[in-house]
């Protein structure tokens, strides 16, 4: 491994060769994609070439830094991180002063333009240097905080010290999905919040002025627009309104539905039967995902369940089995294997001997060769899901890996996220779980069709208000539309409004529980999720078309569809080298260039209907949905205001 002075020698040998003028020269800010006077665009070509050679060297340096600490947190290993993220920032500074120096915009070769105005941009390094080391400070102590945070055991009445040792992975993911506990749910909820946002409050609203004048250097309005601007699309919030607008008659009727099982459960002294479910009850600490309390809500349970987790264990699986078998999957559409290697230097489960970083996420080393997963996997089903998305991640790696260094991400960042979850689509249909052992033979009927199609949308639809207010309040918050006083009210407008969830308790200004989720401490764009959502069934229903197949499109598996397989490589091997308005041109068959909500809407047809028929006397939406009053599950009132890593490691 490279040590740090490596770096500066690096930094030092990329800019011989190039006219004295140009070195050390500050270029002005505040401009959006600069560029220079010099028009030789030869010698533009020989920069860009000259480079990635370099480029490639320092960013595997980095994330190697980036790795120590993720899966071995000690002081130690968080200062040589962010010593080697500012000598990566002084290195993007003089890249960006010889890029800059290009008359670009004026290039003949598309490519080439393409490749100066993603160099033109400088990030965060545009910031004085004390400024970005207080910024990279913020940050490393928000990851920290977070992924040091424990609580205390609801279960002993006077904890000591020693008893409040619960980390959120495993033990209060677990609380959360098995419990049926009302007070225990809600030990557990409020206790995560208060222990892992609210003693970051002040370092977020330090965090947010840091970037937002990072983002106006670059010449951008705030950092929302700077995380934005990844999607090449200038009408991204148009879309992403008029998509959620698309879903929200069959979120409604999913929201109803589940609200009524939990007054069953519960009762009407704990929920109101018309307003906003208590954000602790649903099985997941964010509410994001509903599909852990199906025993409270499967539409017909008498039959059997597609959860294969028991049989998971039966089989004797283990982290490294179900990660080869997401391998296997990609192999079978004749797309690439993992590397061998791969399995040596992968964290495939959570080691006993130190605090690590459990949240998954998948690595590019940018060395073209080396790509490896972070993932304290469990022997469940929903691991074995996650592994199939995370090994979609590697595959994308895989396939643009010949594209050069500023290239190789995804089209756009929701791109990256929804290759993994189309194939799981396949993955987890009745059929592919028979196929390959984990289901016993199931009756293929309306009410086992109707089981998995409701669990399905207990996954996917329960979770596409969230994957749209988090960035969306995270933007008002970057532009200032909403003030540092109102974060938390301004987060549960949001949560209530679109979610239709409620704090169970009553919050203030004093939490901060946006901060509870590892995306916010952790500087990472969320929106796209809500992207990949859409695009997952886009890339599903071109891929099942590319195959053949004739059916309901939740019924369709691609394995061991070579054809599919095509299709796909086609649009990951671009990697970002044409705007992704392109690479969805390309994956429809020139159809369209937009993010579609058709699909996801076919998928659900089903679903959709038998819904409407089962809450036919039952009330849709909630109060406090168009900015009423709303009481929580206890009482409390709150006014409704409507007015929330790295490109090489990936969720």
Known sequence: MMKLSGTIILVTFLFLGYPKDVQGRRRSLNHKYLQGNNTDEAAALRFLVDYDKKASVVCNFVMSSQWNYNTNITDVNRQQMQEAQLEYAKFQKEVWKLATSFAWKNFRDSSIRRQFKVLSVLGRAALEDDKLSELQKLLGEMRDSYAQTKICDYKIEKPKRSDCNLPLEPDLTRIMSKSRDFDELLFTWKAWHDASGQPIREKFNRYVELSNEAASLNGFKDHGDYWRSAYDTPDFEEQLENLWYSLRPLYHQLHAYVRRKLVQEYGEDKIDPAGPIPAHLLGNMWAQSWTNILD?????????????????????????RIFKMADDFFASLGMKSVPEDFWEKSMLWKPEDRDVVCHASAWDFCDRGDFRIKQCTEVTMEDFVTAHHEMGHIQYYLQYVDQPLVFREGANPGFHEAVGDAISLSVITPSHLRQVGLLNKAEDDYEN??????????????????GYL???WRWKV???????????EAW??????????????????ENFDAGAKYHVPSNIPYIRYFVSFVLQFQLHQAMCDAAGYEGPLYKCDVYKSKEAGRLLSSVLALGSAKPSPEAIRILTNGR??????APILEYFEPLMRWLEEENAESPLGWRGENGADVKTSIGVLITIVLPIISRFILE
């Open 296 to 320: 409270l809500t499967l539409p017909f349970p008498e039959k059997q369940s597609i959860d294969v987790t028991e049989a998971m264990v039966a089989q004797g699986y283990t982290p490294s």
């Open 449 to 466: 069709d109707m089981n998995f199609l409701f669990t399905m949308g207990m996954e996917k639809i329960a979770f596409m208000p969230f």
């Open 470 to 472: 988090l960035d969306k």
């Open 478 to 488: 970057f532009s200032g539309e909403i003030s540092s006083e109102r974060l938390n």
């Open 492 to 509: 549960w407008d949001y949560r209530i409004k679109y979610q239709g969830i409620s704090p169970p308790v009553n919050r203030t200004e």
């Open 592 to 597: 369209t260039t937009k993010m579609d909500a």
